[in-house]
């Protein structure tokens, strides 16, 4: 709804005595919508036009003056402009607009820095790259039209990337300083390795990851890898038989070394805590003894055994009619036998070549063991 107010004039109207007056009439007008404005517009233009020819033709009687008035001078104002006046002191409207002093740019703070500054003050956390705050000549991006490359400032590149300017070797002393008085000291009996290993024999391996993207989590940084040694394991030769048989290939032979690795969880300390279970469960079941298990013939065990083995009765066989002729054979006769030196050779190369399989290297351990124990 908008309202405007209109004036009308009249002019020259004259009295007795030469005198002129104006009169002037106003009114205010309210739009409800731009056809009743045009409508009240034609309305009123046409009651004036009216009244001011009713004016013109009649004639004005002043203190006995008659005079004729022709001349009827009018006008109209609608004036849609808002007024350029605001409410308030009038003195401010004619202020100029203030300005604020651009300051100068400083000095960089690379340039203030001293030589033997503490640089962990600089950087006490992590931070992106800063171009006044590290006193370095640092350029990174693609050179443009065979040009240098970019400085430091002003440099995105810089700033995607995160930086190890917090992880000074001065920051990392200093941290470990500050966690020193709440850390033991090494025990003086763990002063090797084979020690380590002896009272420790569990080995627990995970990796964090430090890349540039979106996150800085990673999904690999959940796996959880541990390691033991069976011989550091209360096992006898049924329970590790059978754990290596459970394990399968996650046992190396060479190095006697079990691994196990977790990653079915989505935290580490849940894949932790899921591997060091296996272990548990593993090492009990080793130890149970099933009823089928006593069923076991030669043909299924896991490794060769010289021991009771059809080799080893010719063997005590064909040494004892050599050397043993025209006495007694008895139960000490037997353990004479298997104490030589030349006995234990043939068997470890026999077992070696049943277990491994025929090579050079096992063919020749073989061949060099029946010479000995032949006199050849």
């Not at 004729?68 to 001078?73: E, G, L």
Request: charged content about 30%.
């Amino acid at each position: 709804m908008i309202s405007y107010t209109f004036f009308f004039f009249l002019k020259d109207l004259s009295l007795a005595g030469g005198t002129t007056k104006r009169y002037r009439t106003f009114g205010t007008l309210t739009i409800l919508s731009f056809a009743s404005f045009r409508t009240n517009c034609e309305n009123m233009a046409s009651h004036v036009s009216k009244s001011l020819r009713f004016l013109g033709r009649s004639n004005l009687s002043v203190l006995g003056l008659q005079k004729p008035i022709n001349r009827v001078t009018y006008t109209t104002g609608l004036s849609t402009k808002a007024s350029s006046h605001t409410r308030g002191h009038p003195e401010r409207n004619e202020r100029a607009p203030f300005k604020r002093p651009k300051r100068e740019e400083g000095e960089p703070r690379t340039e203030k820095m001293p030589i033997n500054q503490d640089w962990s003050a600089v950087y006490p956390s992590a931070a992106p790259f800063k171009a006044n705050s590290v006193p370095l000549p640092v350029r990174m991006g693609y050179p443009v039209k065979g040009g240098v490359t970019p400085g430091k400032k002003g440099n995105l590149e810089l700033i995607k990337i995160p930086n190890f300017l917090h992880l000074t070797p001065a920051a990392i002393k200093k941290h470990c300083e500050a966690l020193k008085p709440f850390c033991t000291e090494w025990p003086s009996a763990l002063d090797t390795d084979a020690k380590c290993d002896e009272l420790f024999p569990i080995k627990v391996t995970s990796t964090d990851y430090v890349s540039a993207g979106q996150s800085l989590r990673n999904p690999s940084a959940r796996v959880v890898n541990i390691k033991v040694k069976l011989s550091s394991l209360n096992l006898d030769d049924h329970a590790r038989k059978k754990m290596i048989k459970l394990v399968g290939e996650r046992y190396d032979k060479g190095s006697d070394v079990l691994t196990i690795k977790a990653d079915r969880c989505p935290l580490r300390q849940q894949n932790l805590d899921y591997a060091m279970y296996l272990l548990t469960v593993l090492y009990h079941e080793s130890w149970r003894m099933e009823p089928w298990e006593a069923e076991k013939t030669v043909a299924d065990m896991e490794e060769y055994s010289w021991e009771d083995s059809p080799s080893q009765k010719n063997m005590l066989d064909l040494l004892a009619r050599i050397k043993m002729a025209g006495e007694e054979e008895g139960e000490e006769v037997r353990e004479q036998l298997l104490s030589q030196r030349e006995v234990q050779d043939y068997k470890d190369s026999v077992t070696r070549l049943k277990n491994e399989g025929d090579n050079e290297d096992t063919m020749r351990q073989y061949k060099e063991a029946v010479k000995k124990v032949l006199s050849l």
